[in-house]
């Protein structure tokens, strides 16, 4: 598979509790395990099966995503902004592997 | 004109009741009731592969009005759990899109699940179809 | 709403047809679904337009006789010619032909004269560019010059989509008014794609305009020719767009809609704050606004051959009352804007000899709407399964094409406002009885489904060579029965291949000759056409 991309849509700026919505995006074939090759055989399972969004180290958002997610998941959801810091965000493969991506921002 | 739709599913699908059995064991044997969430997804799907949907539940997410996590199933798929998102209080709002696979036109369901033990039910048909003609 | 009582034998004037006492302030001029139509043209309305659920009987599911009946319309007067089918093939010898964009502009500059400028808005609901051979020719661009003429304050879009998003991009950039559509996202990021609404002051009120595309094109169109785009009936949006616009002050809201009657009217009954919904894609034509709550929804008919007035009188930030009128545009006696003809001409010129280039003559009736045949689909469904060596051949529900008398010669124009698209390709393909089964059941649920906003709007697919009965009010799966071979009178088979022909299919790289070329060489082998009623579907309602 090739390497996963992320991309993240977040203001740059918020301010003090402000409840800012956040987008992401990653690059990924999400095989559901259930699909056949051409000669009848199994296609083994492959997908990112969980998401995580902290913001300086708490937990803003989590999803376990199960094979039904689309190709290239997409999230979207709301975070509250107390403090100027950092959205740190990671995805976790089926193989182990762990995606990650990190944007700060900046409370006015 | 028509299209062929591919789907990413070759093998059989769920039972109706296997949907039934799944929200069970995220109630905890609770039956939810209707109210309190709200699930969005387009009546007729654009492509099977990648149907948005979305989520929101009327919670204040703060003090004992929070929301502990929703899960999502698409009732007629080979196994019925899409997606289960957890909240917490830098969530500022219980509200969460992501996009899912329907193998057919089937019923998708959102169960909240709240921190005081309640839990909350919606569910949309979204019709995933060949293609039509139009006016 | 309803026009002057004129009789059969009376002439009409433009003044009957225009003159209108006003009322209050502000007039919103409506037409929608022209699909490139630009010169005067017969278009038969449907015998047969059945609605299910709630909407069993009601408009627009009222057809022929039930409907001159509900509207206390005279048998023979030129409404009936209008806005039924009922001996349309005679009337049509006596009240001649309906619509061009000429006679639409005189309409509308006498509007405007008569409100004041300052008061009229020009909304257009889309199906505009697509349609004739000279729009498919030059990717919509000779309809963008000819309603820029017409000065418009918005529009919305269905077909237009179907010149692929970059064209799409490039005419809406160069349009000098809005194009609307607050339900297409960016597929990607779940963005607006385009302006939702837009605020405009007209007779001193502020009226606000929202856009809604046809919910439906990347379902019932390629959506590979605009893969960044998504649609959907968003109801959400809605709501939320009026509330802005009454946030920001609104008195006035209108819906210009692309969502198809039932749809409108369900949303009516739905989104509250919408004063107006302009409605279109189903190419319905009402006399009277149906009102739904308080809301009123306008239904303006289809290929130039109607243009809605509304007038609004708007006291204390609510609509108090209204006036309307649909407007009939018969050519004989609507006089052509010079202008406009002269423009209409001009973009025309470089088609002219192959427009009028003839191909045949036909000796039935050519039209396409009604729920399960037309005779235009019939010599279509003909042709594929000549030209193509089928046993089935499968023509689209489309709501468009203009009608074709006794007597008339078929001309490249009449053929291309029958098929003109920019996916025309005349596959050939090996379907099994229960492939058969299965398109024929989801597209009877896109007509036939009781959730209006599960419907698609246009009409059940075509077959040639092949008949079958459909129970309407039965769910999908078991709609459709009694499938037959015709040529042989026996059952289809589900797991038996049958050779099927078709066009306009949504597949990418969907192989064949373009339909218009097959249609016109079946005509060459067999220049004069006779459709004989068909029988082949048998309807339970
Ligand atoms: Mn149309
Ligand atoms: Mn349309």
Redesign the pocket.
Known sequence: MANPKPRIKIPKTASAGEVITIKTLISHEMESGQRKDKDGNPIPRQIINKFTCAFNGTTVFECDLDPAISANPYFEFNAKVPESGSFKFTWVDDDGSVYESEQAIEVK | GMAVIGLPFDLALAAVEDTEKAIMDFTGGKKPETGKITLTAPEIAENGNTVPVSISVDSAMSGDDMVDSVIIFAEGNPNPQVATFRFSELSGSAEATTRMRLAKTQNVIAVAKMKDGSVFIDKKQVKVTIGGC?? | GGWSKASAQQMLSEDDLLSMDGVGTVTLIHIT?IHAQVKPLYFREPSINLGVGEVKGLPPHVTGADFLKLYNIEPGSPQAYALTSEDFVSLAKSYGRMGGLDRVATIVKRIRADRGEDNVLLLDGG?TWQGSYTANQTAGADMVELMNALSPDAMTG??EFTYGAERVKELVDGLPFSFLGGNIYDAEWNEPAFEAWKMFEKGGVKVAVIGQA?PYTPIANPRWMFPDWSFGIREEDVIKNVADARAAGADVVVLLS?NGFDVDRKMASRVEGIDVILT??THDALPEPVIVNQTLVIASGSNGKFVSRVDLDVRGGKVQGYGHRLIPVFSDVIAPDAEMTALIDKVRAPYEAELARELGRTDSLLYRRGNFNGTFDDLFCDALLSEREADISLSPGFRWGASLLPGQAITVEDLHSACAMTYPAAYRSMMTGTTIKDILEDVADNLFNTDPYYQQGGDMVRLGGMGYTIDINQPIGSRISGMTLLKSGEAIEAGRDYAVAGWASVNEATEGPPIWDVVEAHLAKNPVVTVNENHSVKVIA
């Open positions: 139009g006016g | 679904d199906d269905h077909w046809f692309h279109g894609h």
